[in-house]
């Protein structure tokens, strides 16, 4: 009964993108399987990949005329993807191919990182970088992007954290909604959108020791509480397709896990989309020991619900005498051709297969409106760590300023990995910005390389000190280069790489006061810089307009609001760390040797979950619980005054936090439940209102199911997971 009533509101959740199909798509994919031969079939369940600069491989075309090549990844261009569709529909039954790439926060146009844009804690800002994505990727004749990533993490020592939404299940549902939206609109066969993929499917993100393509063990409880809930906010989007994880989870490698996917995913939820292997995992499932050969493999994906295999070819060259000997079944290999099919005719392929060439210059090119959509994400997702003394913005009084840092000249590095079709060249760098505007301000402005993130030749931080004596201020731009975080970009030491951390405290020892900004993917160890650097800037890597909006924030033009979407640990051995923890029979307590907690650091985070400082002072008071005890299916509203005591217009993001005090299972200390990021004029004060219900008060059980139990619930209204304005309620019996 659970599960007919899951599928059925996911239903009609995915309706706006449901509406979209063709009155006969059914019968029209009905026809088309009732012609298709077994190589056809499997043909279509086969995804290449081209070359990396866009261009098809020769074999695509060969492939594609006869009918047997389904997809590719990283073929892309109007005029390539064109000429390879043109073979496709000379085939016998002129399918169509479904052209894939991955966008992951920008095609030409780059935003800043996903885990940057999730520090905005502004979804809508995150759907209008997905759209604006979209818009050029379908341009270029690209119908499918392997985003958003969804996965939960708590180990930024997982180079590709960088991707994801951070370590919460509610912000990542958030902003994986967003993401979906963006990219796929109401109808993803529109000219402006294209389908999107949930990645990957599932608990990638717990790799232990956070080392990539590595095994994750979670207890299924935390799978549904934790990992999950991203993915499922995606399907109920009307996500387009999965995609399966490299790891193995529990043992069984996700790509032939058919609890996962036939199980969860298609049976649970009532997904109707396609899943795609990454890539090669089909293959990889030799290497993890579970299947003999390439026929194995097949057999064990393909029965798991693993629809469309990339790149290696185990469907295509076993898939037939899989079928003779019974080993895959007729209806499952035609289910997952149906699936592709269904894709398809949803993203408009069967009625417009090509890309419109005389367009494509026009809208990937940098325009206007993309550009200022780069520049206002990127000043979204600034976090303002420090500010001691309001060392930041820089003071009106400077008049010689010294610019420090290899990253502060670096436009590649501003876009961070998976770039798209980005280019260096269409970056403005945080030196050329503060060039332009240390001349407007009359400011003696000068650069020093002195130390990057590889330590080489170049370094020469003797040099910074000298310019740094003679100036009245310092700015350094360091941090991680943009090929340090990513796929098989883990790290075991957090340390700021190079000499970078020697060139801090060698600019600190002269005295003058230092700002830092801090470019990266992921948190890096910061205790130093934290007890003796005034102002600490996180920048991330911000996307083509981060040099602008980065100079301009550290110049004050603009107002930083960002909150860290994760938990900034002060040293790996915390990790992982992750502020809605549950509690212990012994919480940490410094007078009680016999607690839970380390003899030689704080359990605490350098910087908790939600952190970010504003420039302007806010002010929270006044908080309201509209009632002291509710149904279990009731809902509450909690709400609390935020007041403007600055002197300029400016944003403050507030959140909501909630604990269940005594449950039948442990709960944790605290749980986001909701946030709004809020622009106030000087002066101005606005009630920021929050309802909870049976989705925000309820968790699954040790029977793994979904109940709302009563009791005391607390909730706190802060700015960050820590502290805050703390009221009750009572869920009554």
Not at 420 to 443: H, M, N, P, W, Y
Request: glycine share 10%; net charge negative.
């Amino acid at each position: 009964m659970r599960k007919i009533a899951i599928a059925l509101l996911l239903a009609a959740l995915a309706a706006p993108v449901l509406a979209a199909a063709p009155a006969d798509m059914d019968a029209r994919i009905g026809a088309l399987l009732s012609q298709m031969t077994v190589e056809e079939k499997l043909g279509q369940l086969q995804q290449l990949d081209g070359e990396a600069n866009g261009e098809a491989r020769a074999e695509h075309f060969d492939l594609a005329r006869k009918g047997l090549l389904g997809s590719t990844l990283n073929v892309r261009g109007a005029k390539r993807t064109n000429e390879l569709q043109r073979a496709a529909l000379q085939s016998r039954l002129a399918i169509p191919i479904l052209f894939a790439f991955d966008v992951i926060h920008g095609y030409r146009t780059i935003f800043p990182v996903p885990l940057g844009e999730a520090a905005s804690f502004d979804p809508a800002q995150a759907e209008t970088d997905a759209a604006l994505a979209a818009r050029e990727t379908r341009a270029s004749g690209v119908r499918w992007t392997f985003a958003p990533m969804v996965d939960i993490a708590r180990d930024p020592r997982w180079g590709r954290i960088v991707e994801g939404s951070g370590e919460d299940a509610y912000l990542g549902s958030a902003m994986a909604r967003a993401r979906v939206r963006g990219f796929q609109g109401a109808d993803y066969s529109a000219g402006d959108r294209v389908a999107a993929c949930a990645k990957h499917w599932a608990a990638y993100g717990a790799a232990e020791a956070g080392r990539d393509y590595s095994t994750a063990e979670v207890p299924e409880r935390t799978l549904y509480e934790t990992y999950f809930p991203p993915f499922r906010a995606a399907v109920e989007q009307g996500v387009a397709t999965f995609m399966s994880a490299f790891d193995s989870l529990n043992g069984v490698p996700c790509t032939a896990n058919t609890w996962l996917m036939r199980g969860v995913l298609k049976g649970d939820w009532g997904f109707p989309g396609l899943v795609v292997s990454d890539y090669t995992s089909v293959h990889e499932l030799m290497a993890h020991g579970v299947a003999a050969d390439g026929a194995d493999a097949a057999r064990l994906a393909l029965n798991a619900g693993v629809d469309m295999e990339m790149v290696s070819r185990d469907y295509v060259t076993n898939g037939a005498a899989l079928l003779a000997q019974g080993k895959i079944s007729q209806a499952e290999l035609d289910e997952a051709v149906r699936r592709v099919l269904r894709v398809k005719f949803l993203a408009g392929l069967f009625d417009k297969p090509y890309a419109e060439e005389a367009a494509e210059d026009a809208i990937v090119s940098m325009n206007g409106d993309s550009r200022q959509a780069a520049y206002d994400a990127a000043v979204k997702s600034f976090v303002l760590l420090k500010n001691e003394n309001n060392a930041l913005p820089i003071p009106p009084g400077v008049k010689n300023l010294l610019l420090v840092g290899a990253l502060a000249d670096d436009q590649a590095a501003l876009m961070g990995s998976w770039t798209g079709d980005g280019k260096a060249e269409d970056c403005i760098t945080v030196l050329q910005e503060f060039r332009a505007k240390s001349a407007e301000r009359g400011i003696r402005l000068t650069y020093l390389y002195a130390a990057g993130p590889e330590a080489s030749e170049k370094d020469d931080i003797l040099a910074a000190v000298k310019a740094a004596k003679r100036a009245d201020y310092v700015v350094a731009v360091l941090g991680e280069g943009p090929n340090m975080s990513g796929e098989a970009a883990s790290r075991s030491d957090l340390s700021l790489p190079g000499r970078q951390l020697e060139l801090l405290k060698a600019l600190a020892a002269t005295g003058k006061p230092v700002a830092l900004a801090l470019m990266s993917g992921r948190p890096v160890d910061l205790n130093w810089p934290a007890a003796n650097i005034p102002a600490i800037m996180q920048a991330w890597f911000p996307g083509t307009m981060g040099g602008p909006a980065l100079a301009d924030a550290l110049f004050g033009t603009v107002q930083p609001a960002g909150k860290l979407p994760l938990s900034w640990p002060r040293s790996v051995g915390q990790i992982p760390l992750y502020y809605n923890h549950l509690s212990t029979g012994r919480p940490a307590d410094p007078g009680n040797k016999y607690s839970s907690k380390y003899l030689d650091a704080p359990n605490t985070p350098l910087y908790p979950f939600g952190h970010g400082l504003t420039y302007m002072p806010f002010e929270l008071n006044d908080l309201r619980v509209s009632a002291s005890s509710i149904a279990p299916s009731g809902t509450v509203s909690v709400s609390a005054s935020l007041s403007n005591k600055g002197s300029v217009r400016a944003d403050e993001v507030v959140q909501l936090y909630l604990q269940d005090t005594v449950a039948s299972v442990a709960r944790p200390v605290r749980e986001l439940k909701g946030f709004e990021r809020v622009t106030l004029e000087p002066g101005q004060s606005r009630r920021v209102e929050f309802k909870l219900g049976p989705s925000e008060l309820g968790f699954y059980g040790a029977d793994l199911k979904y109940r709302v139990e009563p009791g005391e619930f607390r909730v706190w209204v802060s700015t960050s997971s820590e502290g805050g304005l703390q009221g009750s309620f009572n869920v009554a019996h």
